[in-house]
């Protein structure tokens, strides 16, 4: 208990610090200035939430507690340091998706998987080259899915949450407390970030994501070692896991391919877009809560087939973006 209250102590003391420091004559790149576009935030706030994570990390592991070794930290260091630089210097798509795909490659021993398994038809071996195709494209769309959620307060940090809980749940191969640590962190952040103190920026997103996909791909690995006996990061609930920021990129991929704009332009389309062009932040985000927390516990607690339970919130997303769409336009 001790470790957690001091892991809380030193979220809040470092978040305060560096959100005085972001407004500092030479930190200034450390803001996110509005710009009536596509930052309708009214005054800048501090993109800080990835540095803060990444700092309590070094911090936690270098004096309490040696969860993971240096080069596992390092590894996290690399992707906070491509979303950091996006933040500063906004990276052309394509070079953000190059770099990622290179630092993937590179640390292709921490998230390569070879089999996936379905609770439906059970394993499926995936061959050398498959492997790699397969894996670089799942963690690319994980980072971009992430992404996409990121524009509304409390959105991203909220589905870290879910995941978290979603992890906490069922352990095989992660000390329980890492999750807790990372708990107490995202929760702190989160009430800044409601507050509209900070932003996690491209540089939270890059090092949750890459985070999170690491845990999954691993208890996914000791669920099939262990024939997923007290296990259900099988492939149906990974998907419903992500359902929603999954969703909503595929559905923003077709919108702005048939409307003949590029698939990395920004838009204003976004779920979370619409939903705030109808409804408050609050309603907004306990709608999106319910995306993110359902389709997984439908999963546990309903006894019938994964796809029809995938299908079932894929139409139920479709209504809700129709209706969204049409009061937007009326």
Same mark, same amino acid.
């Given at each position: 208990?001790?470790?957690?209250?001091?892991?809380?102590?030193?979220?809040f003391?470092?978040?305060?610090?560096?959100?005085?420091?972001?407004?500092?004559?030479?930190?200034?790149f450390?803001?996110?200035?509005?710009?009536?576009?596509?930052k309708?935030?009214t005054?800048?706030?501090p993109?800080?939430?990835?540095?803060?994570?990444?700092?309590?990390?070094?911090?936690?592991n270098?004096?309490?507690n040696?969860?993971?070794?240096?080069?596992f930290?390092?590894?996290?260091?690399?992707?906070?340091?491509?979303?950091?630089?996006?933040?500063?210097?906004d990276?052309?798509?394509?070079?953000?998706?190059?770099?990622?795909?290179?630092?993937i490659?590179?640390?292709?021993?921490?998230?390569?998987?070879?089999?996936?398994y379905?609770?439906?038809?059970?394993?499926?071996?995936?061959?050398?080259?498959?492997?790699?195709?397969?894996?670089?494209?799942?963690?690319l /769309?994980?980072i #971009?899915? &992430?992404?996409m959620?990121?524009?509304?307060?409390?959105?991203? %940090?909220?589905? +870290?949450?879910? @995941? $978290?809980?979603? /992890?906490s749940i #069922?352990? &095989?191969?992660?000390?329980?407390?890492?999750?807790i640590i990372? %708990?107490?962190i +995202?929760?702190? @952040? $989160?009430?800044f970030?409601?507050?509209?103190?900070?932003?996690?920026?491209?540089?939270?997103?890059?090092?949750?994501?890459?985070l999170?996909?690491?845990y999954?791909?691993?208890?996914?690995?000791?669920?099939i070692?262990?024939n997923?006996?007290?296990?259900?990061?099988y492939?149906?609930?990974?998907f419903?896991?992500?359902f929603l920021?999954?969703?909503?990129?595929l559905?923003l991929f077709?919108?702005r391919?048939i409307?003949?704009n590029?698939?990395?332009?920004?838009d204003?389309?976004h779920f979370?877009?619409?939903?705030?062009s109808?409804?408050?932040?609050?309603?907004?985000?306990?709608?999106?809560?319910?995306?993110?927390?359902?389709?997984?516990?439908s999963?546990l607690?309903l006894?019938?087939?994964?796809?029809?339970i995938?299908?079932?919130?894929?139409?139920l997303?479709?209504?809700l973006?129709?209706?969204?769409?049409?009061?937007?336009?009326n």
């Amino acid at each position: 208990m001790n470790e957690y209250l001091i892991i809380g102590a030193l979220t809040f003391l470092i978040t305060i610090i560096l959100s005085k420091v972001a407004f500092l004559k030479y930190f200034h790149f450390l803001l996110d200035k509005p710009d009536k576009i596509r930052k309708f935030h009214t005054s800048p706030t501090p993109l800080i939430g990835g540095l803060i994570i990444l700092i309590v990390l070094f911090i936690y592991n270098l004096l309490l507690n040696q969860n993971y070794n240096f080069y596992f930290l390092i590894f996290l260091l690399v992707f906070f340091l491509v979303g950091f630089m996006d933040d500063v210097f906004d990276l052309s798509p394509y070079l953000k998706l190059s770099i990622l795909i290179l630092i993937i490659l590179f640390y292709r021993d921490y998230l390569i998987f070879e089999e996936v398994y379905f609770y439906e038809f059970g394993i499926i071996k995936l061959n050398s080259f498959f492997s790699y195709i397969f894996f670089i494209l799942s963690i690319l /769309l994980f980072i #971009n899915a &992430s992404n996409m959620m990121d524009g509304i307060d409390g959105a991203a %940090l909220t589905y +870290y949450i879910s @995941l $978290l809980l979603i /992890l906490s749940i #069922n352990i &095989s191969s992660t000390p329980k407390n890492v999750f807790i640590i990372l %708990l107490v962190i +995202y929760s702190i @952040l $989160l009430i800044f970030n409601l507050y509209k103190k900070i932003f996690i920026g491209d540089s939270g997103i890059y090092l949750s994501a890459i985070l999170f996909s690491y845990y999954i791909i691993n208890e996914h690995k000791a669920g099939i070692m262990n024939n997923f006996q007290e296990n259900f990061f099988y492939a149906e609930n990974i998907f419903l896991m992500m359902f929603l920021p999954g969703i909503d990129m595929l559905r923003l991929f077709f919108y702005r391919v048939i409307t003949r704009n590029s698939p990395f332009k920004a838009d204003r389309n976004h779920f979370h877009h619409l939903l705030k062009s109808k409804f408050n932040s609050i309603i907004s985000l306990m709608i999106i809560n319910t995306f993110y927390f359902f389709p997984i516990l439908s999963s546990l607690f309903l006894q019938i087939n994964k796809f029809i339970i995938i299908i079932i919130f894929i139409v139920l997303y479709s209504i809700l973006v129709i209706f969204l769409q049409n009061a937007k336009n009326n």
